[in-house]
């Protein structure tokens, strides 16, 4: 081969392989691109389309793809639960200018309780805060859970991009003249309510507080005590303010210098996700606590979901305010709960939270609450109309009360009590049949204040229905309808609450009920939310034993040879005379080796005859029809004794006692009514010591066949 002929075929070659370089060059780097793009790599499959679509069609958020970036995309579910106008400052407030990991920003955050806070500034206009949260593994921003964390991209030019996931579109508060740049400038809450007119609310509007936050400030000279200032004041703050259809029926003049401080939590930060639902951390203090407003009453708020169980409840959230120090204006523990309507405003100071009424000062009577619930459809419509409709008097009685106590079913209550009747036309019926006689709502109506924070709750006195029964458990004579001898029972259950370290169980006629929202404060009263509807029952007298904290001593006894199985059944009729905790605390004290005989369980068949003694098989008998049976029959047989117990009233009819031998047994909760039975706790043990001796346990098993021939015989 000649010269010029290998170097013709050199340079065709070098050509060749250049060009398959380049080619090959300029693919790769085109499918790199395509790959690393933040737009391009997270695009399908990452359930962000909805989002990524818009941002794609927005040519001025879409060019920022080409730099280093954060983007914080909702969800497609988020996008279509947003009911907003999606917009390019949405678009714009959803990035960042740098690329980042969360877990690093967070662990050089603000910490408080059990969250760690820090703050980002948006690309929407006048860079509007986005708070991160961190709470344990959890992170947040503004409100919004992160679904999916530190995706990460790179841009053409291999700068770093980061997507994160959120479950919530985060939307901006912006002017309604979007053209008004001073309005994005400095956007703290005090400029919000100075300026509320120029900013997008939605349907609501602020006019009325802010007015009157505003008359305040002018009367005051010291700059300080200034309550303008609260709103104005740097730092990461909560602010509720309320919208002004929350004064159609609160006039504006009860919003004084106290209530508008106990709307601002200075230093702290609250959404409405996470929600802090620690019993000890969740109450945060307002700006009633500071120094420099000098407030006569402290005050703190907490925010908490509504019922999920309860439809009408669902995806709502509140925020609840309670008085911890008040004065003669403002009533301690009153407290007052308000929905919040618009939630997690951003502003320059901290984030906004729009509230359905004031908080702190309630303007409602009982009366007024409960009928403000029926109209709007609230969490208690259900009861108010029933006490609109079948509670004869009792409206009246409510608004003219001077100090009364609701305790007040949920939706969801009257919900599970008419399926366990068998639908809302039986529950509607029965209590239509009671119309001049309201027994059953009138049951939950107790014509003094009681407080969760009662001392005759969390410390009660040994004495209630007499002064020698030591039950140690607090009872409340219910008044309506007049007449009656009812009572209701209360007692703080060492399970913590939602609101509460402990909670408040309310017995009414054998029916428990826990209180899931207390302290509800009026005019005029309490309201506590209970979860059953007291008076119809809904457990066995086994059930109602296990359950009742008075009467463990005696449901322990029964689980020694089974003998409280019987108990749950439902096709048999029981009337039960069971003694009290402190009964067999007494007892204990007189004959302790009885007793060990007794509690050890080895010797079960004398514990059946002890019971026996206690219990009436076929028949369930409410106290009156005891006492009734007595003057008819001379007296009631029991399953085991050869006296019949006696039933007889004193004081005047307010008590009952039980006559056997020589013993006076008194009646200190008469007629807790379940399914299958009565029951009625005794304040002593109907027994002798000889009832007691160390003998053969071969008697169990003929003890046991005499309750069950009893049980047969009353069914045959």
């Known amino acids: 081969m000649s010269k010029k002929t290998h170097l013709v075929s050199s340079i065709v070659k070098a050509v060749l392989t250049y060009t398959i370089a380049l080619v090959l060059h300029q693919n790769l780097n085109k499918n790199y691109v395509q790959a690393e793009n933040i737009l391009t790599k997270y695009n399908n499959g990452y359930n962000v389309d909805k989002f990524f679509a818009l941002f794609e069609n927005d040519a001025k958020s879409s060019n920022h793809a080409k730099n280093e970036i954060t983007i914080f995309s909702p969800s497609d579910d988020a996008m279509r639960a947003f009911k907003g106008k999606t917009s390019h ?151 509720f303010i309320p919208v002004d259809s929350a004064f159609k029926n609160f006039s504006p003049f009860l919003l004084d210098e106290d209530v508008v401080a106990g709307h601002v939590v200075p230093n702290t930060l609250m959404f409405t996700n996470p929600i802090d639902s620690d019993s000890h951390t969740a109450d945060k203090s307002t700006a009633t606590y500071d120094d420099d407003m000098q407030s006569g009453i402290k005050v703190v708020v907490r925010i908490h979901p509504g019922n999920e169980r309860d439809p009408s409840e669902r995806n709502k959230v509140y925020v609840r305010s309670d008085i911890n120090l008040g004065n003669r204006n403002h009533v301690r523990h009153a407290i007052v709960q308000a929905e919040i309507i618009k939630r997690n405003i951003p502003v320059s100071n901290g984030v906004v939270h729009l509230i359905g009424k004031p908080l702190v000062k309630t303007a409602s009577d009982l009366w007024g609450f409960l009928k403000q619930e029926e109209d709007e459809g609230g969490r208690l419509n259900k009861f108010a109309r029933y006490l609109r409709l079948y509670g004869k008097d009792l409206k009246e009685k409510l608004q003219s009360s001077t100090g009364s106590t609701i305790f007040a079913p949920s939706n969801e209550a009257f919900n599970r009590t008419a399926k366990l009747l068998g639908g809302d036309a039986k529950l509607e019926e029965l209590l239509k049949s009671q119309m001049d006689n ?53 007692y703080i259950s060492d399970t913590g609450g939602e609101f509460m370290k402990q909670k408040l169980v309310v017995d009414g006629l054998g029916v428990t009920a826990t209180v899931r929202e207390p302290d509800i404060g009026t005019t005029n009263g309490i309201i506590h939310v209970v979860d059953k509807v007291l008076g119809i029952p809904s457990s066995t007298i086994k059930e109602k034993l296990a359950a009742d904290p008075m009467l463990s001593s005696t449901y322990t006894l029964g689980t020694q040879d089974h003998f409280n199985k019987m108990l749950e059944k439902t096709d048999t009729k029981f009337t039960y005379l069971v003694p009290s905790n402190e009964a067999w605390k007494n007892m204990q004290g007189k004959m302790a080796s009885t007793w060990k005989v007794l509690f050890q369980g080895d010797f079960g068949y004398q514990t059946e005859q002890i019971l026996e003694r206690h219990l009436k098989i076929g028949e369930a008998l409410s106290l009156n029809q005891l006492v009734e049976k007595t003057k008819k029959d001379g007296g009631v047989r029991m399953i085991r004794g050869y006296y019949d117990l006696k039933f007889k009233e004193v004081d005047n009819g307010q008590g009952v006692i039980v006559e056997w031998e020589d013993l006076e047994i008194r009646i200190i909760r008469p007629n807790l009514e379940c399914t299958n039975g009565y029951i009625h706790v005794v304040d002593q043990v109907i027994m002798k010591r000889r009832d007691v001796v160390l003998a053969g346990a071969s008697h169990s098993v003929s003890h046991m066949f005499f309750i069950l021939t009893a049980v047969a015989i009353t069914q045959w």
């Open 438 to 490: 309201p027994k059953i709502l009138g049951l939950h109506i107790v014509d003094e204040q009681i407080p969760s924070t009662d001392i005759r709750l969390t410390k009660p006195q040994n004495f209630v229905t007499c002064k020698t029964c030591k039950i140690k458990m607090f009872g409340a004579r219910v008044k309506y309808p007049e007449g009656g001898n009812d009572r209701l029972w209360f």
């Open 89 to 239: 400052q949405i678009l714009m407030n959803s990035m960042v200018n740098t690329a980042f990991d969360v877990s690093s920003i967070l662990n050089n955050g603000n910490s408080g309780s059990d969250t760690v806070t820090a703050r980002l500034a948006s690309m929407s206009q006048g860079s509007p805060p986005l708070w991160l949260t961190r709470k344990q593994n959890d992170f947040y921003v503004n409100g919004a859970k992160f679904i999916m964390r530190n995706m990460a991209a790179k841009s053409a030019s291999g700068q770093k991009q980061m997507l994160h996931i959120v479950d919530t579109v985060l939307e901006p508060l912006c002017p309604i003249n979007k053209q008004n740049s001073l309005a994005y400038m400095h956007l703290t809450a005090g400029k919000l309510l100075r300026e509320k007119e120029k900013y997008d609310l939605g349907e609501h509007s602020i006019s009325t507080f802010a007015n009157k936050v505003e008359e305040l400030s002018m009367k005051e000279k010291t700059l300080v005590k200034k309550r303008s200032q609260l709103y104005d004041k740097p730092g990461r703050h909560t602010f």
